[in-house]
């Protein structure tokens, strides 16, 4: 007989409202557990920092949540290089279909300023119930939402106009920003080797740092900052709403300037909580960013700032892929910086990844190196990105230099005939893991076998009945074995054509190995 905590599975198959599928063993303490169910109201999220260990999000029980997903753009106002191509596709109920089915519990959820906020002052809430729907379809499948404030080169409107001279070549535009509040002091909007290199772009970001006098003699920093404010205020009493990624990578480049990033989050943060405090809500993740240099040129995140326990250091991982430098360094980075600078803040990297096309090179392990380190370390991560299109402001480069532009994601999409081609099946492949989703306490360990033949977890100081889910890309549950201590009998159900495997835990240590 073994030990009574330890299990050898078997299965049984019972018939209820949804195929509940049985393992026979020892008891749990309280008897059973609570099937998970898409839909079930998701549980607010906390961080619990760490500086020894590293930070932690937990749920509202106390659970480790590790935060998995994909980036969506759905929501972005691009630069249009083509008036006859789209800039994005819309999100569909299919999309989060797909999104669930991956095993994932997060989507960030990227937004424009110049959306928000087409006119000073004025917010523009038709768009604002856009996300909320789209926030709506994630969470009826127990999906959580970061929304993040999004921008690439500032904004749109610094494109090169046609009648632009330039010793290089004229720059495009991008998004982000309203075009009321972008001064670029009349620069060149000319290529500089980098997007952000380009004069124009660089003037708008000193001007914004610099907090300039825009309509209405307001700032346009505070104006940025007010706005976010208004975001919050919006979704701060949802749950689901995982937190708040004040601006995708902030322009500050030099290192003596470092510290007008920091201000900025600080005020920023401030506002944050005064917008929480006005609508009744509870202190939601505030995510913050180093400067886009960070991976590119290997600089340091921002100087420490007042910041409370409720904060997400949330760098992109980008080394070896897009950025020069070996992934398994911008993940110990990272660590380091969130123990070091932030006070042992959680990890969240919000955007990693690489061209799609390495994931069908079967000598090339760049995403499964990303995947163990996100394990390795338990950081969160979202990866660049569930679908592009050909008229997206990434393309233009490719599109002016007279190629057929590949796009990024997990659709392959012809851009000769601008028609989607169906999934990337072998990017699908190596991003749909078998994935720790809620941990019944903080995790101690979580080791994963780059061929997803093995995932193990293991925690030191589980709360009695909460529940470990782990999602296991099958839906085959009989194909699946479990060896497990200090935990209760381990149940599944199916879960969006995998299967989920729940078990509550019998309190204090725990470990699970499963094998497929």
Sequence with gaps: MLPATMHCLSIHRTLALVSLLAFAGCQSADGSAVPPSPGDPLPALQAVPDPAEGGRIVDASGREVLLRGVNVNAHVEYWQYDPELFTTYPFTEQDADMIAAMGWNMVRLLLSWSRVEPSPGEYDEAYLDEIADSIAMLRERSVYTLIDLHQDAWDASLAAPPDEVCDTRPAGGWDGAPEWATFDGGEPRCERFERELVPAVRAAWLAFFDDTEGPGGVGIRTRYVEMFAHVVARFANDDSVAGFDLMNEPNQFAPENAATLSAFYEDALEAMRAAEAEVGAPKRLFFFEPSITWAALNLP?????????????????????????????????????????????????????????????????????????????????????????????????????????????FF??????????????????????????????????????????????????????????VFVPTDDPSSVQIVASGLGSIDSVPWFGGTLFYAPAAGGTWSIRITR
């Design 412 to 469: 392959e999409v012809n851009c000769e005939t601008n028609s989607i081609e169906g999934p990337r099946a072998a990017l699908v492949d190596v991003m749909q893991k078998m994935t720790v989703r809620f941990a019944p306490g903080a995790l101690s360990e979580v080791d994963w076998a780059a061929d997803d033949t093995r995932l193990e977890a293991s925690g030191a100081s589980a709360t009695a009945g909460k529940r470990l889910e």
């Design 301 to 409: 995140g921002p100087p420490p700032f007042e910041q409370d326990d409720q904060v997400v250091y949330s760098p992109h991982i980008y080394q070896g892929g897009i950025n020069p430098g070996i992934v398994e360094d911008g993940y110990a980075k990272a660590a380091d910086e969130a123990a070091t600078l932030y006070e042992g803040a959680p990890v969240v990297t919000g955007e990693w990844g690489s061209s799609p096309s390495r994931a069908a090179d079967p000598d090339d392990d760049f995403f499964e190196r990303h995947l163990s380190e996100q394990d390795r370390y338990r950081f969160g991560a979202a990866i660049w990105t569930w679908r592009e299109a050909c008229g997206d402001a990434h393309m233009y480069s490719q599109a002016r230099d007279g190629l057929v532009p590949m796009v990024y994601g």
